[in-house]
């Protein structure tokens, strides 16, 4: 505690006598001070013990001390030690009714007692509370390191938050809450997602201050560098002092620890992850499914997804993080959450593989990044369909398929039992088919606009009736003779047999690409 009025009273060797303001003696003293300026305040900073022997003050003229007192009230003085014996023999009544009007504590100081024995006590007593505050915070570090050594991240999170007589919550990368302390935390800590958000847009470290009236809430990053690995929140009814600020910066220093040291096993989990992979596409399960032991193996045992990522064409914010690293952390935050495995292999900052169980968190949690990207994507997703080890290889194009499908459709998501369950034709809304289906129509568009026949409109009643000649003459309105004329000059026309099936599917979906227009 630091010192109050009441413990300088209470000091037998100062001698003060308490002369106006009693009610007000629990009043912490910052410092003491002596000044003999008629208007001291500009000097002060508030919550000082001002002392005065009224050298240039009229201290027995009532308005002159009725100002000085409100001004030192007004600056949030802590109290007034007036020097008896010195130029006045008492305090004058004039100041004592002045300080009982403004409620000022008003301190009579025999002349025996020397300002210096009053501001040494009260550095002595303010020294004394800072190293009892700093022993406090170092037995907070060495309870938060033995917690971190032996429990791990969520002993520090609960430690911290008895010791800070409030609560403490820790986030992951992507701004969910992985524990908080007490258990009735988790909720208040989940409202403040948005908050984490905006603080993972800065370089660590980085800090924000919110809350309420009743209560403060002190959000810290977690991490080194640019990337926030993480972040802490803690909840009090009031700002830190000196002991609880050594522990909240000594468990961000071990979380941020612990995470870095996350983040080195992780790598070389991914390391391993390739190897599972290659061997994978390679067409060796057998091989992989040793190699990945318990760290994948549950992954390879039950069927999976394949996902392929890649960054979205268009220019990208140099500053802001790369999309697939947020996906990935995204992602693998959803996958520490359900208990669930997930094997991730990025390719630096141009390709994300994936493999996650079908139907689990991985799998929703990449729907919805999608359905929150959608706007403007930062990335683009290719999803297998179901699959296990034996058909990895085919899992991977399948991934690959949607992929492109989804770049040229600019989506975010696409996945392969889309496109087996959907039409083909969404396909060919591509400028290179669209081209290609031009050229190919081109020479029977230019004999049409001569006006010497309609071989566009009859090539498509013709392959719309499967080669039919008196349904589609009937559907031309001309005689089927007509018909197999024109479908000569086609061919004459063309260069190509309609008998070739390649030839007729090739010419019915350069139709379908141009809109099937004559």
Known sequence: MPPTLASLVQHSALKLTVRAGQDRLDTPVRWAHASELADPVPYMEGGELLLVTATNLDAED??????????????????????????????????????????????EVPRRTPFLAIAKEVSAA??????????????????LTRAALAEGPEAVVARLAAHMDGWAALYDASGAVVFAAPDWAARRAAR?????????????????VVGSSDERVELQSLGSGRRVRGALAVGTGAPLGT?????????????TLTTERSRSLQAAEQRLGAAVLRMLLAGQPDHARAVAGDLYGGLLDAPFRMLV??????????AAEPPLRALADSLEAAAARAGESVLTVPDGEERLVMLAGDGGAVVTACDGYAESESDEAGVVVGLSAPTGPIAAATAYKQAEQALSVARRRGRALVEHEDLAAGSVLP????????????????????????GRGDLVASLRAWLSRHGQWD?????LGVHRHTLRYRMRRVEE?????????????ELWLALKATGDKP
């Open 243 to 255: 002991a609880e600020r050594y522990a909240v910066h000594s468990a961000i220093a071990l979380l």
């Open 309 to 318: 990522a890649e960054p979205a064409s268009g220019e990208r914010d140099p």
């Open 471 to 475: 349904a589609a003459a009937a559907d």
């Open 192 to 208: 403040l997602t948005p908050d984490v958000e905006r603080l993972r847009e800065r370089p660590a470290p980085a800090s924000a």
């Open 427 to 450: 396909l060919l809304a591509d400028d290179a088919v669209r081209a290609f289906a031009d050229g190919l129509l081109r020479a029977l568009r230019e004999h049409d606009a001569t």
């Open 62 to 107: 009532p308005e002159a001390m009725r100002r000085y007192v409100r001004r030192l009230a007004g600056a949030g003085v802590a109290g007034l030690g007036f020097a008896v014996g010195v130029n006045y023999d008492a305090i004058p009544d004039a100041l004592l009714d002045a300080a009982r009007e403004a409620d000022l504590p008003l301190l």
């Open 493 to 505: 026309i063309l260069g190509r047999s309609l008998d070739d099936p390649d030839a007729r599917m």
């Open 126 to 143: 303010i020294a004394a509370e800072q190293y009892q505050a700093v022993k406090a915070g170092f037995e907070a570090q060495r309870e």
